[in-house]
């Protein structure tokens, strides 16, 4: 008889990499031990999962988390305890909107004592890169930022220290840095041209609804900026990464720089591929972000792209903020905050929609939500996957519970979202970060503060 587990995962079907089956898990100290059609050992605890799928826990690569500074608009505990709830073992915090943005190793070295024993799932920091901090970038790096992150249009928020707009001379120089070592930049890719001048016409004659403020940022702004991006890393050799890709047209394009051998990944959010331009009119500000939302046929194309294979990742660029700033009395569509309190809802809105209703396979899905981005980012190693030896960092699905989300149900700050009232087709019952329990239905929210700061397993340029 070998070692006892700590827990036996029974009767699940489980989601490998490369199958799904009906598997037992058994996790010790934390890891993956062993995985089998009928495990027994001595145990501390054994889970039904009959009927459940069992897949690891989603990787949320973009979240903003906002402390320093903005912790009252969203923080490590709710923010974390969100993302556990909808089935996330490790996310990683973008350099923004707190205040200072995580531009130097300073304001990085508050962000992670500010995290440090508040966030329920393990965690990582992206860095920025703005005008003036060029030569911060290898510091921030070497402290342990495992990427960095530029917006090519204005990113709005507050505070003396906010991030900046990177103008074309900071993200070339940027990149040549980032790329001398082995680094990856990321990027918000508007058009800051295009956008600015449009929102400036729209408001100087007064159109400000929805629909006014998604024509203010067409897809061409979007393809525009992908393709300026994609020519400095011809020039630069920098590897990228594109966040929140709302357009098939922009997929096409960095799908044809893979082609010519550019190291370039991107990603999509649920609400691209689940809400649309209409939706957008007919929720209000709780459904703003930037890019916009599109119509039909656009967000049809988007699921095209993504069952071809075409979509890397997925997140849910939870961009939380206080509900006044989404409906104060007298605000338009045009001047509410832009971003979606979408935490806690990807995993249950992926596997629902993706899964569920389109038949799109588990094993597919578990890739853009899970291998995929840990693997990119340098996590791939022990995240990420049902494997031995990997983090025992999983997630428990009831496929036949379906629920309305109500706001009873979220866990982040702010209780807005543009999912409420909608059915899910789906439900995490529990959440599990190396090997302890941190969500179950039932229960809630267990073991708040639990989760660390992870360290970068390999290098970024394994394939994915
Ligand atoms: N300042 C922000 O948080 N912006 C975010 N907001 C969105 N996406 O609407 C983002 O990621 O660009
Ligand atoms: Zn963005
Ligand atoms: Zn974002």
Request: net charge negative; glycine share 10%; hydrophobic share 40%.
């Amino acid at each position: 008889m070998g070692e006892p587990f700590d827990l036996i995962i029974q009767g699940g079907t489980v989601v490998l990499p490369e199958r799904v089956a009906k598997l037992d898990i058994g996790i010790r100290h934390g890891k993956i031990a062993e995985i089998s059609e009928s495990l027994v050992g001595t145990v501390s605890e054994v889970l039904d999962a009959t009927d459940k799928l069992v897949m690891a826990g989603l990787i949320d690569m973009h979240v903003h988390l906002n402390e320093p500074g903005f912790g009252h608009w969203e923080g490590f505990e709710t923010g974390s305890a969100a993302l556990a709830a909808g089935g996330c073992t490790f996310y990683a915090d973008m350099p923004l909107n707190g205040n200072p943005a995580t531009v130097s190793t300073d304001a990085l070295k508050l962000k992670a004592e500010l995290a440090s024993g508040k966030s329920a799932v393990d965690y990582t920091f992206w860095g920025g890169l703005v005008p003036d901090n060029l030569d911060a970038l290898k510091p921030l790096a070497e402290a342990g930022v495992f990427a960095f992150k530029a917006f090519m249009s204005e990113p709005g928020g507050e505070g003396e220290e906010r991030l900046r707009r990177a103008d074309d001379w900071t993200l070339y120089q940027g990149m040549k840095r980032i790329a001398a070592f082995g680094g990856i930049l990321a990027l918000h890719a508007e058009s800051d041209s295009i956008t600015a001048r449009l929102a400036e016409a729209a408001v100087a004659e007064g159109r400000m609804t929805a629909a006014d403020f998604a024509a203010s940022r067409p897809i061409v702004a979007e393809t525009e900026a992908v393709n300026r991006a994609l020519y400095f890393a011809r020039e630069t050799g920098c590897a990228l990464h594109f966040v929140h890709i709302s357009s098939s047209q922009a997929v096409d394009l960095i799908d044809a720089a893979k082609a010519e051998g550019l190291d370039v990944t991107l990603e999509t959010c649920p609400h691209y591929l689940v809400l649309t331009e209409t939706d957008m009119g007919r929720i209000g500000p709780a459904a703003k972000c930037a890019p916009p939302l599109r119509s039909g046929d656009a967000q049809e194309a988007l699921w095209e792209q993504l069952s071809n294979g075409r979509i890397d990742m997925i997140t849910s660029d939870h961009s939380p903020c206080p509900e006044s700033l989404k409906n104060k009395t007298g605000q338009t569509f045009m001047e509410a905050w832009g971003g979606i309190s979408g935490a806690q809802n990807t995993m249950e809105l992926m596997i629902g929609e993706g899964h569920v209703r389109k038949g799109i396979p588990l094993t597919e899905l578990s890739a853009m939500l899970s291998s995929s981005p840990a693997t990119r980012f340098g996590f791939g190693d022990m995240k990420g996957r049902i494997a031995l030896g990997f983090d025992a960092d999983l997630v428990i699905i009831d496929p036949s519970n379906r629920y309305v989300l109500n706001r009873e149900h979220l866990y982040q700050k702010h209780k807005h979202n543009p999912y409420l009232g909608r059915e899910m087709l789906c439900r995490v019952v529990r959440t599990i970060s190396r090997g302890v329990t941190v969500y179950s239905m039932e229960e809630g929210l267990k073991h708040s503060g639990a989760g660390q700061w992870a360290p970068k397993t390999t290098k970024r340029r394994d394939p994915l």
